[in-house]
């Protein structure tokens, strides 16, 4: 009879304490870029803003994978490398396209034409989504909590961006807000989706590729694969400002606290969690969004995403109160995972 893998509930722990850390650093991340792309406004060259968004994503990348490469170099000696199958590298490659170079360009562009508040509550999809695609991908079953939690989140950003498309303009301007459905929207959503999917892909390629090999390579090709597609697609006058101090000097510090310690705590959260879990957590990233948005930005939320928000909490506590009730049920869980399908994707740059 074969024997059953054995839980680690310490391991369990940790990984959630990792995860919510991640969540509350990735949460503050839409409205840092909006502050300091804000900043660059007040440093101008020749009336270009250096701190524009395609700058601050390759840079931001850039500085992120070599702080991570530093941190993991010895996980990238030949012999180590050497092990890796063909497979593994080609999705390593299409998740770094896709998840780690479309996906926040994307949300760059989001950012530019909707508010922080809009993006950060229609990224609450990736709740339902992520269940669905672990479902779809691993057939990995979620409880029914979970998955009802999961639904109400999905409402409560459907709820919000219907009663915004009738709020006045004066009210919407009062509130700094740009609401409605727009580009700005349709940005975040299919951004967010191909975030998803990376997350889902992500985290079964956690389990066999080395977290170092795997977030430092994200990031580099990624940020090759944007700036390749940037400057073909739109002109190298894109990163005319690419060398500023003053870009540098802010994405130094914003890719070392947001994106390398966001990362670090994302990775080593999801090798030792479920995907309800995953959800669970990503559930309250909306929340901290908003927040943050408040805090830095100064975007007061609007009755529409109030009431959104409402819904989404209460979806949290579904979640919450279902896993609480039946705690063996996370084991169960964790036992359906297969040993070899062990390891979201990567929110910020």
Same mark, same amino acid.
């Given at each position: 009879?074969?024997?059953? /893998?054995?839980?680690?509930?310490?391991?369990?722990?940790?990984?959630?304490? !990792?995860?919510?850390?991640?969540?509350?650093?990735?949460?503050?991340?839409?409205?840092?870029?909006?502050?300091?792309?804000?900043?660059?406004?007040?440093?101008?060259?020749?009336?270009?803003? /250096?701190?524009?968004?395609?700058?601050?994503?390759?840079?931001?990348?850039?500085?992120?994978?070599?702080?991570?490469?530093?941190?993991?170099?010895?996980?990238? %000696?030949?012999?180590?490398?050497?092990?890796?199958? /063909?497979?593994?590298?080609?999705?390593?490659?299409?998740?770094?396209?896709?998840?780690?170079?479309?996906?926040?360009?994307?949300?760059?562009?989001?950012?530019? %034409?909707?508010?922080?508040?809009?993006?950060?509550?229609?990224?609450?999809?990736?709740?339902?989504?992520?269940?669905?695609?672990?479902?779809?991908? !691993?057939?990995?079953?979620?409880?029914?909590?979970?998955?009802?939690?999961?639904?109400?989140?999905?409402?409560?950003?459907?709820?919000?961006?219907?009663?915004?498309?009738?709020?006045?303009?004066?009210?919407?301007? %009062?509130?700094?807000?740009?609401?409605?459905?727009?580009?700005?929207?349709?940005?975040?959503?299919?951004?967010?989706?191909?975030?998803?999917?990376?997350?889902?892909?992500?985290?079964? %390629?956690?389990?066999?590729?080395?977290?170092?090999?795997?977030?430092?390579?994200?990031?580099?090709?990624?940020?090759?694969?944007?700036?390749?597609?940037?400057?073909?697609?739109?002109?190298?006058?894109?990163?005319?400002?690419?060398?500023?101090?003053?870009?540098?000097?802010?994405?130094?510090? !914003?890719?070392?606290?947001?994106?390398?310690?966001?990362?670090?705590?994302?990775?080593?959260?999801?090798?030792?969690?479920?995907?309800?879990?995953?959800?669970?957590?990503?559930?309250?990233?909306?929340?901290?969004?908003?927040?943050?948005? !408040?805090?830095?930005?100064?975007?007061?939320?609007?009755?529409?995403?109030?009431?959104?928000?409402?819904?989404?909490?209460?979806?949290?506590?579904?979640?919450?109160?279902?896993?609480?009730?039946?705690?063996?049920?996370?084991?169960?869980?964790?036992?359906?995972?297969?040993?070899?399908?062990?390891?979201?994707?990567?929110?910020?740059?």
């Amino acid at each position: 009879m074969t024997q059953k /893998p054995q839980i680690d509930p310490t391991e369990s722990r940790k990984g959630k304490i !990792y995860l919510w850390l991640a969540i509350l650093i990735f949460g503050a991340a839409s409205a840092v870029i909006a502050k300091l792309v804000m900043i660059g406004e007040g440093a101008l060259i020749d009336g270009r803003n /250096p701190i524009a968004f395609c700058n601050v994503l390759f840079v931001g990348n850039v500085v992120a994978g070599i702080s991570l490469l530093i941190i993991f170099h010895r996980e990238w %000696q030949p012999s180590k490398l050497k092990e890796l199958r /063909p497979k593994q590298w080609f999705v390593q490659l299409a998740l770094a396209g896709t998840s780690g170079a479309l996906a926040p360009a994307l949300m760059f562009r989001a950012v530019e %034409q909707t508010s922080v508040t809009n993006i950060v509550l229609i990224e609450t999809i990736e709740i339902p989504l992520g269940l669905f695609l672990a479902w779809l991908l !691993y057939r990995e079953k979620s409880s029914w909590s979970a998955v009802t939690g999961a639904v109400l989140a999905l409402i409560g950003v459907a709820t919000t961006l219907w009663l915004q498309t009738g709020q006045p303009g004066e009210m919407m301007q %009062q509130g700094q807000m740009r609401g409605g459905i727009g580009l700005g929207e349709i940005h975040a959503t299919a951004g967010t989706f191909l975030l998803v999917f990376g997350a889902e892909l992500g985290r079964k %390629q956690l389990r066999t590729i080395p977290l170092g090999v795997f977030s430092v390579f994200r990031n580099i090709v990624g940020s090759i694969i944007f700036f390749v597609v940037t400057f073909l697609l739109m002109g190298p006058q894109h990163f005319m400002d690419l060398f500023s101090p003053v870009l540098w000097g802010w994405m130094a510090l !914003y890719g070392s606290i947001i994106v390398v310690c966001g990362q670090l705590c994302w990775f080593s959260g999801i090798k030792r969690v479920t995907p309800a879990d995953i959800s669970l957590a990503s559930a309250f990233s909306p929340i901290a969004g908003i927040i943050f948005a !408040y805090l830095i930005l100064g975007e007061i939320p609007m009755t529409a995403q109030i009431i959104g928000g409402a819904v989404i909490l209460c979806g949290i506590g579904i979640g919450l109160a279902g896993d609480l009730k039946f705690p063996h049920r996370e084991e169960k869980r964790m036992r359906s995972v297969k040993s070899e399908d062990k390891p979201k994707a990567f929110t910020g740059v």
